[in-house]
């Protein structure tokens, strides 16, 4: 691993295939940036046109170099790509990025393309980096290998952070931000279409290098589930946080999905899930991505004081209000100070008023009194963070204003400052010293939320595969396929009785019943009339049935109809839903959220990848609030959560079962505690 990551990050010599002798064309940018930042290795430019590229000597091919390059960069057009990387492979190049695009983002032909630049690579035991990258940028060796324009700034600025994003433009965007704020980065890494080398592995090689403190990820998507995963949990094993910015809400799930399951999470939810169980930090401004990392730096969120407020000093009282209040807005308690603390700060001259807001600005705005409130606070151990919010004398006075702030480190509690104006300067210092300093409240709400929130892998889960026999049967099951299959899972489901349309209805039903089209081209059947409750008699359930079948028919012509399936009406105190489907980013998740036709609207839920065990089963259904209901809310009877719990841990056990690709029980009526939960109708689609 630390080899690869040297002949991506820290190559002793440089290609660049197609360099051009223009520097402000694309293809010369590369040789002009490292010239520019003084790049201490040496350069090859390949360029069969040209003796000479922007004064440096140049080279008609890659063989006739007299040395084996680290690392190639190839920036000459799509068509020339392939034969580039077979000309690095076979001179032995151990690193070869390709710029061009025009390949799997270009459909089935351009990812034959792909393709075939990967077979060349894996064949020599080369590692390919691209296509699509704009390279890489090392900013503690000045190794300045990229195309992007960011890199026409004066001077990088050096830092113990490594950046790798699937947009090669985000690169520069992190450089020039964080540089703006006094935020260095040690490297920063355009992976492109992660054809061969991935995210993940390029993680698994950065967490073991001593000059790299944390890791920062923008995606647009996971591409590589397995490797990232272990990228994560490896960071987590050696005390190094991952801390992730992803894109949004991909459709991909809800097209795919039939059931509620699929339309009420998306493949967003299912990432959210996904970072949270390989001990990943996922943050939602993107801002926080770089201002975040000093908050984790040297912490474990095995100690992170999760039952403990948030407090916030400040000298200007609507500063410090904005903070209060996107903090609470996005779940984060904020408390003031104790009547301890104020007596306390009160025998000093400091006397504050009650409220969440610690404010010291009547106190007087002054060195001593703002170093001395953040020191009773930070050595009070009452709070998980405090955060010092400062005005205008951030902005004028950076010597006076932050040094509070820093001379107030080194205490157990964690410390933080928001610059209410725009402040570069201060905020710099606050990076120098090593403290977290934001520059909108936003981002400071979101950061201290992703800190409260941070928690460690959770452990792998192994359960017993179902005894199920699958195979040869594909597509949607009817309700009764699908109650059969849960009860498999050792499932309780409803009692049902199949009548086909001519079936005589038997004497021996208790009413009252309800009456459901049977068919598994009908997913959701009370939006085509396919449902009827409540039915009191033989006469009442006859013409249910055929109404359901006249109504279901007439709405869906083309479905196959089986019959009306008859089961009992049942009574419990609340109905869930619980649902499984196998994302197309991060594999198989496991859904709680209420139950019922409302399902969607409600937008409640909680989702973990599957399988769960019965720990997880329970947090996920404290996490639904409508769930509140069956756990003695307002003196509200207890339903059996530990059933519902053993019920989600079930019907997880289909991610042992490739062929299902979801399955949804709504509603489960939960019943009172000790009575357990029954399944009232299933939904199951095998791929």
Known sequence: MSSLLDALIRPRSVAIIGASDDPKKTSGRPQRYLARHDYKGRVYPINPGRETVQGAQAWPSLDAVPEVVDHAYVVAGTKTVLPAVKACAACGVKMVTVLADGFAEDGPAGLARQEQLVAVAQASKMRLLGPNSMGVINCSDKTAFSVNAALDTDTLLPGRLMAISQSGSIIGTLLSRGQAQGIGFHSLISVGNESDLTVGQIGQSAVADPEIDAVLLFLESIRDPEELAVFGRTAHEVGKPVIVYKLGRSEAGRELAVSHTGAVTGSDAAADAFFRTHGMVRVEQFESLFELPSLLVGQTPEAVPRDKPVAVVTTTGGGGAMVVDRLESVGVPVAGVSERLRSQLAEQGIHLRPGRLTDVTLAGARYKTMLAALTALLDSREFSSVVAAIGSS????????????????????????????????????????????????????????????????????????????????????????????????????????????????????????????????????????????????????????????????????????????????????????????????????????????????????ALELAPVDHGTARAMIERVKGLALIRGYRRLPHGDVKALAQAVVALSRLASLPQVQEAEINPLLVKAEGEGVVALDGLVRLG
């Open 394 to 605: 951030a902005q004028f006075h950076p010597e006076l204003a932050v040094q509070p702030i820093i001379d107030s480190k080194g205490h157990a509690t964690s410390l933080a400052g928001f610059m209410v104006p725009h402040a570069e300067a201060s905020l710099k210092k606050l990076a120098q010293a090593g403290i977290p300093g934001f520059r909108t409240a936003e981002t400071c709400a979101d950061s201290m939320r992703a800190f409260m929130e941070w928690h460690p892998p959770r452990d792998r889960v192994t359960l017993p595969p179902p005894d199920v026999e699958l195979s040869g049967v594909s597509g949607m099951l009817n309700e009764n396929e699908a109650l059969s299959l849960f009860q498999k899972l050792g499932l309780k489901t409803i009692e049902t009785l199949i009548l086909k349309p001519r079936d005589p209805i038997p004497d021996t039903l208790a009413w009252p019943v309800a009456a459901k089209v049977l068919s598994a081209d009908v997913p959701h059947k009370t939006e085509v009339g396919g449902v009827v409750l409540n039915l009191h008699n033989a006469q009442e359930l006859a013409e249910a049935r055929a109404r359901i079948l006249e109504q279901v028919s007439a709405t869906l012509p083309e479905a196959h109809i089986e019959g009306v399936a008859v089961q009992p009406m049942a009574k419990g105190l609340a109905e869930a839903l619980v649902g499984y489907c196998v994302d197309p980013e991060v594999g198989p998740t496991i859904t709680v959220a209420m139950g019922g036709v409302l399902a969607e609207i409600y937008e409640d839920t």
